[in-house]
């Protein structure tokens, strides 16, 4: 039975005070942590086809 894609977690970046998520082994940033934007971007990265932007 294969696997249900797994919701990323949404963390602090202390360093930088920004939001990451952890995609298959890497680090996405998502923008200031707690803004409803980088929330928002957690949604868009979570869903069933995963597309990351990078600035």
Same mark, same amino acid.
């Given at each position: 039975?294969? =696997?249900?894609?797994?919701?990323?977690? +949404?963390?602090?970046?202390? #360093?930088? $005070?920004?939001?990451?998520?952890?995609?298959?082994? =890497?680090?996405?940033?998502?923008g200031? +942590?707690?803004?409803?934007? #980088?929330? $928002?971007?957690r949604?868009?990265?979570?869903?069933? =086809?995963?597309e990351?932007?990078?600035?």
């Amino acid at each position: 039975m294969p =696997r249900k894609p797994k919701v990323p977690s +949404y963390c602090l970046h202390k #360093a930088s $005070g920004q939001a990451v998520v952890r995609i298959n082994g =890497r680090d996405h940033y998502l923008g200031l +942590y707690g803004t409803d934007s #980088a929330f $928002g971007l957690r949604r868009t990265a979570s869903g069933s =086809r995963i597309e990351v932007r990078t600035h």
